[in-house]
């Protein structure tokens, strides 16, 4: 396999959205990520900074408040991925469907409440019930 050169064949690639922040801790023992993340996300270490895919924008747009996190841009994003010895899945697609769990949590966000762990794991657990698109097969 060659490497992937040129524009052409890096738009092609979906792009997700990338943040890059530093690490907490030494890159040779147990590093994190300097912030708490909120959500689901994929976490790629590379030196003393993360990468960080989220799919929450409003945990997005928290991280990127602090000074130190960088959101990079689709085109950054995408020569990431490119740069990464094993290519990625394609960024899901939603699939139409809302969970009971989704429309909560978006409700919860709205009037101001903060999401924490429990909620999160109540929210898997009641998305397990569609209130939207539940006619569309898989």
């Known amino acids: 396999m060659g490497a992937v050169t040129g524009k ?3 738009s092609a690639v979906p792009s997700r959205s ?3 922040m530093p690490t907490h ?5 147990d590093p994190r990520p300097k912030y708490e993340l909120e959500a689901d996300a994929l976490v ?3 030196g003393d900074a993360v990468f960080v895919a989220l799919q929450d924008e409003a945990v997005q747009e928290n991280l990127v408040r602090h000074v130190d996190v960088r959101a990079l841009s689709d085109e950054e994003g995408r020569e990431f991925e490119a740069s990464l010895p094993v290519p990625l899945a394609p960024p899901e697609r ?3 469907r809302i969970g ?3 429309l909560v949590s978006w ?3 709205r009037v ?3 999401e924490c762990a429990g909620c999160r794991k109540r929210r898997r657990g009641l998305n397990r019930i569609p209130v939207w698109g539940w006619w569309a097969r898989d």
């Open 25 to 29: 801790g030494s890159a040779t023992a």
């Open 112 to 114: 101001g409440i903060r």
């Open 44 to 46: 790629i270490y590379r």
């Open 94 to 96: 939603p699939t139409g």
């Open 100 to 102: 009971l769990g989704d």
């Open 8 to 10: 052409s064949r890096l």
């Open 18 to 20: 990338w943040l890059e």
């Open 107 to 109: 409700f919860a966000r």
